[in-house]
């Protein structure tokens, strides 16, 4: 008798090893965040200095030098068919790009991300390219063309880096991700058209974290995927509607270390999840008042919770603040 219930606490006691071993998922515990508050619009309609014309991303400079001041803006101004560079001001710097077919020339340009060698990277959705530029905008070299092959684009539109270096871009029209060094060779793809999970239906953003997790926008199922590394699937959240942590057509996607940032662009709105995909908080909606939006797009996270939307058919950038 004595023997089997030491066996029975034996027992006992080794489950919670067990379950921990074999991996089970933690449960989320969110900061509150009770606000986001309005801090500026930048840019109005126009092709002028400091104007935008349909701006698709904007990305914050986090790596600061002599070339490149901490918190500056690189904005893909796509209907203008080009990028520019704000100071964290808002203060013009800098444009570079022309329309055309040619090397070094955009035709739509989609996404923008800077490495921390201060190179910058644009996707070019129609000419099907990935371009490098020098800090002051001198074209260095390019890469991608139209197809499906490994290397091939059709229709790419997000951009990033992770912090080893990579470049990934959302190949929208090919249904998939994929991942190239610094200098465009071909890495990895994932992905491809379906709607299991790992599966994308015209995919517009992806974001990666410190762990090189992916976050990729899946824009035609209404969801957010999360990717490890290698492509397997973690998670998979969001829906079609209007209610919280239900999307319409979301688009851009940034992440921070605690946080997931989706823009919802058919709600004209930006949500923010945890890490796990539970719902936190939105702001915005349908206008062109302050802290409203028409057809938002990108997303990027500055310095102290501070937040970018490409608000691309009112023709700015808006920037807001988390209050905690």
Same mark, same amino acid.
């Given at each position: 008798?004595?023997?089997?219930?030491?066996?029975?606490?034996? +027992?006992?006691? !080794?489950? /919670?090893?067990?379950?921990?071993?074999?991996?089970?998922?933690?449960?989320?515990?969110?900061?509150?965040?009770?606000?986001?508050?309005?801090?500026?619009?930048?840019?109005?309609?126009?092709?002028?200095?400091?104007? !935008?014309? *349909?701006?698709?991303? +904007?990305?914050?400079?986090?790596?600061?030098?002599?070339?490149?001041?901490?918190?500056?803006?690189?904005?893909?101004?796509?209907?203008?068919?080009?990028?520019?560079?704000?100071?964290?001001?808002?203060?013009?710097?800098?444009?570079? =790009?022309?329309?055309?077919?040619?090397?070094?020339?955009?035709?739509?340009?989609?996404?923008?991300?800077?490495?921390?060698?201060?190179?910058?990277?644009?996707?070019?959705?129609? #000419? #099907?390219?990935?371009?490098?530029?020098?800090?002051?905008?001198?074209?260095?070299?390019?890469?991608?063309?139209?197809?499906?092959?490994? &290397?091939?684009?059709?229709?790419?539109?997000?951009?990033?880096?992770?912090?080893?270096?990579?470049?990934?871009?959302?190949?929208?029209?090919?249904?998939?991700?994929?991942?190239?060094?610094?200098? =465009?060779?071909?890495?990895?793809?994932? &992905? &491809?058209?379906?709607?299991?999970?790992?599966?994308?239906?015209?995919?517009?953003?992806?974001? +990666?974290?410190?762990?090189?997790?992916?976050?990729?926008?899946?824009?035609?199922?209404?969801?957010?995927?999360? *990717?490890?590394?290698?492509?397997? /699937?973690?998670?998979?959240? &969001?829906?079609?509607?209007?209610?919280?942590?239900?999307?319409?057509? /979301?688009?851009?996607?940034? +992440?921070?270390?605690?946080?997931?940032?989706?823009?919802?662009?058919? #709600?004209?709105?930006?949500?923010?999840?945890?890490?796990?995909?539970?719902?936190?908080?939105? !702001?915005?909606?349908?206008?062109?008042?302050?802290?409203?939006?028409?057809?938002?797009?990108?997303?990027?996270?500055?310095?102290?919770?501070?937040?970018?939307?490409?608000?691309?058919? #009112?023709?700015?950038?808006?920037?807001?603040?988390?209050?905690?």
């Amino acid at each position: 008798m004595q023997r089997s219930l030491f066996f029975i606490l034996a +027992v006992l006691l !080794f489950l /919670p090893s067990v379950c921990s071993a074999m991996g089970s998922i933690p449960q989320s515990t969110p900061e509150v965040i009770s606000n986001v508050d309005f801090v500026r619009e930048i840019g109005f309609a126009g092709a002028g200095i400091a104007q !935008f014309r *349909l701006p698709s991303d +904007v990305f914050a400079a986090v790596y600061g030098d002599i070339s490149t001041g901490l918190g500056d803006l690189f904005i893909a101004d796509t209907g203008n068919e080009r990028i520019e560079r704000l100071n964290q001001n808002g203060d013009f710097v800098y444009q570079f =790009g022309q329309f055309g077919l040619d090397r070094g020339k955009f035709n739509s340009p989609r996404g923008v991300v800077v490495d921390f060698n201060n190179i910058i990277y644009v996707s070019d959705k129609q #000419n #099907n390219k990935v371009l490098k530029f020098d800090i002051r905008g001198n074209f260095l070299d390019e890469f991608g063309s139209y197809g499906v092959g490994n &290397g091939q684009f059709q229709d790419p539109c997000g951009i990033c880096m992770d912090n080893l270096g990579y470049i990934y871009v959302a190949d929208s029209s090919n249904d998939r991700i994929e991942k190239f060094t610094d200098s =465009g060779v071909f890495v990895n793809s994932y &992905g &491809g058209f379906g709607v299991g999970l790992g599966f994308f239906d015209n995919p517009q953003d992806i974001a +990666v974290d410190v762990s090189r997790n992916m976050y990729i926008s899946d824009s035609g199922s209404n969801r957010i995927q999360k *990717l490890d590394e290698f492509g397997m /699937p973690i998670t998979s959240f &969001g829906s079609k509607g209007t209610g919280n942590g239900e999307f319409d057509r /979301p688009t851009g996607i940034a +992440v921070d270390d605690r946080h997931i940032f989706v823009v919802d662009s058919g #709600n004209c709105r930006v949500q923010i999840f945890d890490k796990w995909g539970k719902f936190i908080f939105a !702001f915005g909606s349908r206008g062109s008042g302050r802290g409203q939006f028409s057809n938002p797009t990108g997303i990027t996270i500055g310095r102290a919770g501070h937040i970018f939307v490409a608000d691309t058919d #009112n023709n700015r950038v808006q920037e807001f603040k988390l209050v905690f």
